[in-house]
């Protein structure tokens, strides 16, 4: 173990520690942030929803975006996966259907830090599988 | 640090590995590996997380669930439903007690909404024996920025500035204690942290030195920068084994990265800490009896002055300061004396750490800012009264506190507040207490502690403690007169106008304070004869109601003494002189015959 010889090198390893303990930070102040929640029930995975949250929390991580990915259960939305829903401080809540790596990458550029609005949001009067019963 | 996608917080603190949490980690890893999920789920053994009555927790990041009562084997549910498919174990999720709805996110619970964690920020939140967790969070950034950019007198101006006081018990300004030792010269000076605890019922500075021990050793360096000290030692009583591993694995670490020793971050600044352990006597947390045992003396107190920062272990001035002190200290420097000037009331700021307890829903370790109410911390963190009773008193401060009532509820608690209403701060034990508890059986539980834990030193604390206790229970025993009473009051000035230290001092508290607030109480122990509480055996009469008794001899065969007579299918009697009050009649009889008054 190498010692700490200056306040320099402590600032250094802070910086470097620092990625690993995010999660845990962010989760500390959930309001603040962009949530987004991919569902990663048993259809979702099938439908590639893990490589997506890789996507997401790689881009998020490196670009620093002030967002945290949290895994849902099945929305109900089974016909659309991956789906995803985001959650942007003080507006509605917005469902993604269909989503792929490209798309990720898109919610994120254009969505959460531009606010556009992009194709693929399921309209909240479609009728999850549930409700179809 | 590697980057997972999900972080387990499982609590390893001294409550929840009473009830496996070591296993649940074990498991937990283990489901992890078995489930291939190995770079996604990291399991972090934590300090405590407070929420001690539904231990042990588990807490999944970063969506904030917190399972309750987790056992062993809950664990491979939990792996293959949160953390593969995403879908929350229902069944282990907190209830909400009044909307009986399943919390899913613990921001969400009562128990935190109202509470604002400074000494225990990183309780719960990382992994204690690991030195780099503390870094990431900013750790020895405080000391790294005082010993690179502000002078010793600077810093303890901070301290000042951040109207500091310490939460050992006195509340002392801290600032104007560091810079008392600091102006003592001398060849060698002493930082202390006086982890004794003493209290019965309180564990805050030991959650805080198994949660987050490192925070002590930073605070501790800072004192010694300021005092100007190099040597720092940490008094800590041996019935705390998992906080003094804890400390030593810090401790290690810290001089692993060279943030112990000498030339600390390149400065010329040099100092470690050393562990000194007790045997668990209440009265060597009192600071210059905590010093003699230290020295290897008998735990016994001297008279104040000289006071410990004149001339304190091995006659050398030296800075005495409790754990929860010392534990906001980093957080002042980092984010500034004014941000926690800010917080608390006129004359307390900041924080302070309780340890709820007693008859109330959420027990367990709670940090709220001063000038809470105690109706929000009992009621709202608390969750209220258990199994829906009546509130009848809580006491504060320990043996050294008294007892609060009704009226107080909506007193915002800090320092001052509390000694005007008779009680103290204490260092934090907060008990409960509803109408089944009677508050003369409760000014003689503290008293029995008193007369166990008194050194004998002082003739008002040996001799007077025992005499107040004697007469606590000769009322219990409903033997009392009216006089008693008045000789109960009167002795327990004199005790504390004539003890030696703050034991003697502050011990007849319980007594005073609950002769003033219940006073009927107490009369109606010595003149009807009556234990409204029903607590007291002795006063307790037990009768068959004849309408009732089927004359089943259940109780009969259940009394121990014999005191119960009568033949089958015939109501029977109690023979009031025979009974012992035990009530075994009273559990076994199916008919509610059994009168008790
Ligand atoms: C009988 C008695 C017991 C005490 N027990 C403790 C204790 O367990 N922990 C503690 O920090 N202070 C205890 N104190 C207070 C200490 O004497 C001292 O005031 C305190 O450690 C100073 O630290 P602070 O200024 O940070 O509160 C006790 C005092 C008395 C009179």
Not at chain 2, 80 to 98: F, I, M, Q
Not at chain 2, 125 to 134: A, K, L, M, V
Not at chain 2, 234 to 255: D, F, G, M, N, S
Request: net charge negative; with cysteine; charged share 25%.
């Amino acid at each position: 173990m190498n010692k700490i010889k200056s306040l320099d090198d402590l600032r250094k390893m802070k910086q470097s520690l620092e990625h690993g303990m995010n999660i845990r930070e962010k989760s500390n102040s959930p309001e603040s942030l962009v949530q987004i929640r991919v569902a990663m029930a048993t259809c979702g995975i099938a439908a590639g929803a893990r490589t997506i949250m890789n996507t997401l929390i790689e881009k998020i991580e490196k670009e620093k975006i002030p967002a945290v990915v949290t895994q849902g259960g099945c929305m109900g939305y089974c016909y659309a996966e991956p789906t995803l829903e985001v959650r942007v401080p003080g507006k509605d809540p917005v469902v993604f259907g269909n989503v792929d790596t490209q798309v990720a990458i898109d919610i994120l550029d254009k969505y959460v830090l531009n606010g556009e609005l992009l194709d693929g949001i399921i309209p909240t009067n479609y009728l999850t599988i549930n409700e179809q019963k | 640090m590697a980057q997972y996608k999900m972080h387990l917080l499982v609590c390893a603190g001294t409550g929840c590995r009473a009830s496996q949490s070591d296993e649940i980690i074990v498991n937990l890893k283990e489901e992890i590996k078995k489930q291939g999920l190995e770079s996604d789920a990291q399991v972090v053994a934590t300090g405590c997380f407070g929420f001690c009555e539904k231990g042990p927790i588990v807490k999944i990041l970063p969506d904030n669930t917190f399972y309750t009562q987790v056992k062993p084997e809950d664990c491979a549910e939990i792996i293959s439903e949160h953390v593969l498919k995403g879908r929350r174990v229902n069944r282990l999720l907190y209830e909400d007690p009044e909307t009986l709805k399943h919390i899913e996110d613990s921001k969400h619970m009562g128990f935190y909404q109202k509470q604002l964690r400074i000494s225990l920020r990183n309780c719960g939140f990382i992994d204690p024996e690991n030195i780099d967790e503390y870094i990431a969070r900013d750790g020895y950034a405080a000391i790294g920025k005082i010993l690179t950019e502000m002078t010793q007198s600077e810093a303890i101006d901070e301290i000042k500035k951040s109207g500091l006081r310490g939460r050992g018990g006195g509340g002392f300004p801290t600032g104007l204690k560091w810079e008392i030792a600091s102006k003592n010269k001398a060849d060698q000076k002493y930082v202390v942290c006086n982890a004794d605890e003493g209290d019965p019922g309180a564990f805050m500075d030991r959650s805080i030195l198994e949660g987050d021990p490192h925070s002590i050793i930073e605070a501790m360096a800072i004192c010694g920068y300021c005092i100007g000290a190099s040597k720092g030692l940490v008094y800590i009583r041996a019935e705390y084994p998992l906080a003094i591993k804890r400390l030593q694995i810090a401790i290690e670490q810290a001089r692993e990265y060279g943030l112990l020793g000498e030339a600390i971050l390149g400065t010329d600044f040099a100092f470690d800490i050393e562990l000194k352990f007790g045997a668990g006597a209440f009265v060597c947390g009192e600071e210059t009896a905590l010093i003699h045992s230290m020295e290897g003396h008998r735990g016994e107190p001297t008279v104040k002055p000289p006071f410990p920062a004149e001339k304190g272990y091995l006659g050398k001035p030296t800075n005495v300061n409790n754990v929860e002190t010392f534990a906001s200290v980093p957080a002042i420097f980092l984010k500034g004396a004014s941000w926690f000037a800010s917080i608390g009331t006129e004359k307390s700021k900041g924080t302070k750490v309780f340890a709820l307890a007693g008859k109330i829903n959420n027990v367990g370790l709670i940090e709220v800012p001063m000038g809470i109410t105690l109706r929000e911390v009992i009621f709202e963190i608390g969750g209220g009264i258990k199994n829906g009773k009546k509130f009848k008193a809580v006491q504060t401060g320990g043996p050294s506190g008294g007892c609060l009532t009704e009226k107080h509820l909506d007193t915002p608690i800090d320092f001052d507040n509390l000694l005007a209403a008779g009680s103290m701060m204490g260092s934090g034990g907060m008990i409960v207490m509803d109408e089944d508890d009677c508050m003369v059986s409760v000014a003689k539980f503290y008293l029995e502690f008193t007369v166990e834990e008194s050194c004998g030193k002082c003739a008002p604390c040996r001799i007077g403690n025992k005499r107040l206790h004697e007469i606590l229970e000769k009322i219990c025993a409903g033997k009392g007169t009216e006089d008693d009473l008045t000789y109960l009051g009167n002795l327990s000035l004199v005790i504390k106008d004539t003890s030696l230290c703050g034991l003697g001092q502050t011990s007849p508290n319980p007594v005073l304070s609950t002769l003033e607030h219940f006073h009927d109480e107490y009369l109606s122990h010595v003149r009807e004869r009556v234990c409204v509480a029903g607590m007291c055996k002795a006063l307790k009469l037990y009768t068959i109601i004849s309408d009732k008794c089927t004359g089943c001899t259940a109780c009969i065969r259940a009394c121990p003494v014999n005191a119960i007579t009568g033949e089958k299918r015939q109501p029977h009697v109690i023979d009031v002189d025979k009974c012992i009050r035990c009530g075994a009649c009273y559990d076994k009889c199916k008919f509610t015959a059994i009168h008790v008054q």
